[in-house]
């Protein structure tokens, strides 16, 4: 007499499959947040501050600059006071910048966060650039500005908005903006990144006024111009 093998109810294998996928996606939720975690710009810093320091022969390295030791930092560490100050924005672009970042503040080192300060003329540009380090939450605080940033080569959308006084934009990381003083005075703000040292790379300085040069033969390839334009544009810089 043969033993009957009692099998699974189709019901409960469907619940048991259900489970497993579900425990499958949690998984896989954790492993993309933990990548997350660990691609951030900064670390987060191992102990409440690491004022910079330069002499590497009476420090130790951290977070890309030395520190001092803690026994021997003072106040004007974290202090900095020229961005009260009004910058001469007399040039080409007529936008001026003053940052605040690890090494005008050296108290900032470790701590993964800057400030700048951007002065804009009258009908002034704060020419396209990237931060490759850093987002930056930009504030007006006079004024009238049109700012905007693109994205990716998908399609390469454009955001952009009118900023009144008071009002705040998001850069995201690595991704080229800008801001256009629209107004009818000058005009302040201030930008705060996610970096002690965000990095900026100006689009185009970085592209026709690189040393040495970027040959002619690429350059009018990659814009699809004449030599001639090419030669006028790398003039400018």
Same mark, same amino acid.
């Given at each position: 007499?043969?033993?009957? @093998?009692?099998?699974p ?5 469907? !619940?048991?499959?259900s489970?497993? @996928?579900?425990?499958?996606?949690i998984y896989n939720?954790f492993?993309a947040? &933990?990548?997350l975690?660990?691609?951030a ?6 102990q409440d501050?690491?004022?910079a320091l330069?002499d !590497?022969k &009476?420090a130790?390295f951290?977070?890309?600059k030395f520190? *001092?030791d803690?026994k021997?930092?003072?106040a004007n560490d974290?202090f900095f006071l020229d961005?009260y ?7 080409p ?5 003053t940052?605040a970042?690890v090494?005008q503040i050296?108290?900032?080192?470790i701590?993964g966060? !800057?400030?700048?300060r951007i ?5 002034s540009?704060?020419?396209?650039h990237?931060? !490759?380090?850093a987002?930056?939450a930009l504030t @007006?605080?006079?004024d009238t ?5 693109s *994205? $990716? ?5 454009? #955001? *952009?908005?009118v900023?009144?006084?008071g009002?705040v ?17 000058k &005009?302040? *703000?201030i930008?705060?990144?996610? $970096?002690q040292n965000p990095g900026v790379?100006t689009?185009?300085d &970085?592209?026709?006024g690189s040393?040495?040069p970027i ?7 990659? #814009?699809q ?6 030669d006028h ?5």
């Amino acid at each position: 007499m043969h033993r009957q @093998v009692k099998r699974p109810k189709p019901r409960l294998l469907c !619940s048991i499959v259900s489970t497993y @996928v579900f425990i499958e996606h949690i998984y896989n939720w954790f492993l993309a947040l &933990a990548s997350l975690l660990a691609y951030a710009s900064n670390p987060n810093p191992l102990q409440d501050f690491c004022v910079a320091l330069n002499d !590497s022969k &009476a420090a130790v390295f951290v977070n890309g600059k030395f520190c *001092t030791d803690p026994k021997l930092d003072k106040a004007n560490d974290f202090f900095f006071l020229d961005l009260y100050n009004t910058a001469n924005t007399s040039n080409p672009v007529g936008s001026v910048i003053t940052p605040a970042n690890v090494v005008q503040i050296p108290g900032l080192n470790i701590i993964g966060i !800057s400030l700048v300060r951007i002065d804009h003329a009258l009908n002034s540009l704060n020419p396209p650039h990237i931060h !490759s380090r850093a987002v930056e939450a930009l504030t @007006v605080l006079d004024d009238t500005l049109y700012v905007g940033f693109s *994205t $990716s080569n998908t399609g390469n959308p454009l #955001f *952009t908005k009118v900023l009144n006084k008071g009002d705040v934009f998001l850069f995201s990381e690595g991704l080229i903006h800008f801001q256009l003083n629209v107004g009818k005075t000058k &005009a302040v *703000t201030i930008a705060t990144l996610s $970096s002690q040292n965000p990095g900026v790379i100006t689009i185009a300085d &970085a592209v026709f006024g690189s040393n040495p040069p970027i040959s002619r033969d690429v350059l009018t390839k990659a #814009f699809q111009v004449d030599k001639n334009v090419i030669d006028h544009l790398q003039a400018q810089f």
